[in-house]
């Protein structure tokens, strides 16, 4: 189902290869959060995916790039906290998509998009699934 989604946004689109099931535990104790239904999917269909210019990071990428999002000195000193997001991939210019996480964990399958230029965080699409189908339609770009 994935990559026939992200195929029809760009049939140049490069996959990685599937996550298995520790990869997916590694993540979710590492921010001790339960990652949606629907991206472990994805995970376990690609651990990632390089779509018309845009990444959707495998699992060792996200857990560096949050990790490194969460302790840097000058992140902290720059933005908001980005500790309430996490990130899943970003649009190749420094801005990111992420689910949003209150209370301690990821509480539905909204995607987000923080702008690193501005430190704007805006909802973009009720899922991952429904970002590459409004992104297939030139709904959304990114």
Known sequence: MWKTLMKSVSEDSIFNEPAINNQIEEIE????LNLPREFISFL???NGAEV?????SSIKFIIELNSDFRRDKVFKETYMPLDCL???GGSGNGDYFGYSIVDGDIQSENIYYWNHE?????????SLEQLFIWWS???VSV
Do not use: H, Q, V
């Open 137 to 139: 339609e030139g709904k």
């Open 86 to 88: 996490l990130f899943i």
């Open 44 to 46: 376990k269909e690609t």
């Open 29 to 32: 104790a590492k921010f001790n």
């Open 118 to 126: 501005t430190d704007s965080r805006e909802w973009i699409a009720p």
């Open 52 to 56: 018309k210019g845009a990444g959707f």
